[in-house]
């Protein structure tokens, strides 16, 4: 049982360019979601997804796409990267522990955008 | 606007107990959390707390006062291995996470 799976979990990219990070679990788990995480700040949410083919806007979400097109996918795009974006980023999704969705998460992505 | 505050850092010594404790202002309450998180990991989960009151799991316990708007985590019998950040996270009203910016808690032998 692998959980949540990030790939990739490094990536130095340039000013403009774009890219994708996949987040896969295989624990059936309805909710999926996207963090970027910054020193000194909590853990921001960029998009979230209720369930497969739904997709929703969280804290942060400029310069980010996201898809759901399969329950087990999440995928967190940047279509044109800024060095703002320069973060690490956490994918989770949710099970249910004593009435709380409890959050598993990914080893997380540290990308770089020069 | 909504705010979780904790202590940046705390250094406690192996084998004693420490106290970190977190304070929230958000708008409504639907529970409390408690993630570890090792430097360069994700973050794991500790501890749910939804009532007043003190939850216990072995080493680790966690507080709760709604009216206070506070919590603690209470670590006991610290070992190295508890070197970590503790991120305090808030459900709000709309049962989204409000996080806090984690305390990093050192150990020394």
């Known amino acids: 049982n692998a959980g949540v799976t990030q790939t990739p979990k490094f990536r130095v990219l340039k000013t403009g360019q774009s890219m994708t990070l996949l987040c896969a679990q295989d624990m059936n788990h309805e909710y999926m979601y996207w963090y970027r995480q910054d020193p000194g700040m909590g853990l921001r949410l960029i998009h979230y997804?209720?369930?497969?083919?739904?997709?929703a806007k969280g804290e942060v979400p400029d310069g980010y796409n996201v898809s759901r097109l399969k329950k087990q996918n999440f995928l967190l795009g940047l279509e044109s990267a800024a060095p703002s974006q320069t973060s690490v980023y956490f994918c989770a999704s949710t099970y249910r522990d004593s009435g709380a969705n409890v959050l598993t998460f990914g080893a997380g992505s540290r990308l770089t955008v020069l | 606007g909504q705010n979780i505050d904790q202590p940046t850092e705390m250094t406690a010594t192996e084998g004693a107990i420490v106290q970190i404790n977190c304070t929230y202002q958000t708008s409504g309450f639907n529970g409390l959390f408690w993630y570890q998180q090792h430097a360069g990991e994700a973050p794991t989960f500790l501890s749910y707390n939804v009532l007043d009151g003190l939850e216990e799991k072995g080493r680790f316990s966690s507080f709760l006062s709604r009216s206070k708007g506070y919590s603690y985590l209470l670590l006991k019998e610290l070992q190295m291995k508890d070197s970590a950040s503790y991120l305090c996270a808030v459900l709000d009203s709309n049962y989204q996470l409000i996080w806090g910016a984690g305390t990093k808690l050192i150990i020394k032998p």
């Open positions: 997804s209720v369930g497969e083919g739904t997709t």
